[in-house]
């Protein structure tokens, strides 16, 4: 017989009437948080994700640069508001941060009696700082102290992204008792080094005689691996390195959590960094439209997915087997990447480089958006 983790998660337990639980539910049932990776204004006046909370078991929200121009681009709903922080002379900077405040201060509310009823464990959103402070440790630490206390919502997580400017800034957030989500991660090195920066914060506010229980999880980007290598590896390995590297790293946060180390903490009331899926919507048109969510089933963990990935996962019954706390057999793939050529710890440090620069280049294009939007709003005016 096939051990617990190998054997496929399905509906055992029929829904209302016989009809069998969505892969939502099943995925929640597991003991994994599913998240939104997107927020948009229309989302929240709609009654959208009400709904997804109600029927999707979305239990938390992620956010970053490229969400919010995209979001403040496409709609109308963000006009009087930049029309009104621009008509006061405020930068535009300053203007977004404002509204994406707004929307994230209510999504919080919205997510609220989940993070009440689990004591802090789910019912998260997160919005990041600018992501032009990447090298900046000071800046990035100061930031995160406004926004946080700008936000007075304590269930409202502060994205840094964990570059090695990033890590001393996660670990002063942490012992400032600031809600952090690690953003950035590619590797299970780099998820070691940002568990590292938690445990050193929460280690100082015991140290202090602070309460240790400051919420924090870790994401790893998994889909952007598989586009990165997608020309440069045969048939045979495609959209699998992804899943090895979360599988490694998903090994290393279960050995984490059992260390000696660790559970001395928790002993004084802290609670552990969770590690969360990010970057799961599939890239290669040929795959499933779940492959990343199915093979991320793990206990404990976040998984944020785009909407469109949501919405696929909705029409699902079942979600396959349970992700294996060992790795499984990911060593060995990973062996056959570097087989193939691939460099894995060169690639890890090129793609959380690329992914900074992504968001350095979408948050220019976002201030370009409001900018422009407030020059055309005043002229129609």
């Known amino acids: 017989m096939l051990p617990l983790y190998a054997q496929p998660y399905r509906n055992a337990l029929p829904g209302k009437r016989g009809v069998p639980m969505r892969a939502t539910q099943l995925l ?49 709903a963000y006009d009087p508001g930049i029309r009104d922080g621009m008509k006061k002379g405020k930068p535009a900077e300053e203007v977004f941060f404002e509204l994406a405040l707004q929307d994230l201060k209510r999504a919080a509310s919205m997510f609220r009696p989940i993070f009440d009823r689990t004591d802090g464990v789910d019912g ?46 996660i670990e002063e957030a942490i012992f400032n008792g600031i809600p952090i989500n690690v953003t950035l991660l590619f590797s299970r090195e780099h998820y070691l080094a940002a568990a590292e920066a938690f445990l050193r914060g929460i280690e100082r506010r015991i140290e202090a005689g602070l309460n240790a229980d400051v919420g924090s999880v870790a994401s790893l980007f998994v889909s952007r691996w598989d586009a990165a290598v997608a020309d440069k590896v045969p048939d045979h390995l495609k959209n699998k390195l992804g899943i090895a590297i979360a599988e490694q790293t998903y090994r290393a946060a279960r050995e984490l959590l059992t260390s000696p ?113 407030s020059g055309a709003l005043q002229e129609s005016k």
């Open 28 to 76: 929640h049932n597991l003991g994994q948080s599913l998240w939104l990776d997107n927020i948009t204004r229309d989302l929240l006046d709609s009654g959208t994700l009400q709904r997804y909370i109600d029927e999707y078991s979305v239990t938390g929200l992620t956010s970053n640069p490229t969400i919010f121009e995209h979001a403040i681009k496409n709609s109308e």
């Open 261 to 373: 180390r660790w559970q001395r903490i928790y002993n004084v009331g802290a609670r552990p960094q969770r590690l969360l899926w990010a970057s799961t919507g599939t890239k290669d048109p040929q795959a499933s439209d779940v492959l990343y969510v199915k093979a991320l089933a793990a206990p404990f963990t976040v998984n944020t997915m785009p909407e469109k990935t949501l919405l696929a996962l909705a029409e699902h019954t079942e979600i396959g087997s349970i992700m294996s706390a060992d790795g499984g057999n990911c060593e060995q793939v990973l062996q056959e990447f570097r087989t193939a050529g691939i460099d894995i710890n060169a690639l890890a440090a090129q793609l959380q480089t690329e992914g900074a620069k992504s968001f350095a280049k979408s948050w220019d294009q976002l201030i370009a958006i409001i900018e422009t939007k």
């Open 124 to 169: 998260w959103a997160s919005l990041e700082v600018s992501p032009l402070l990447v090298h900046d440790t000071q800046a990035t630490l100061t930031a995160a102290k406004d926004l946080h206390g700008r936000s007075e919502s304590p269930n409202l997580l502060i994205k840094i992204p964990g570059t090695a400017e990033g890590l001393p800034a």
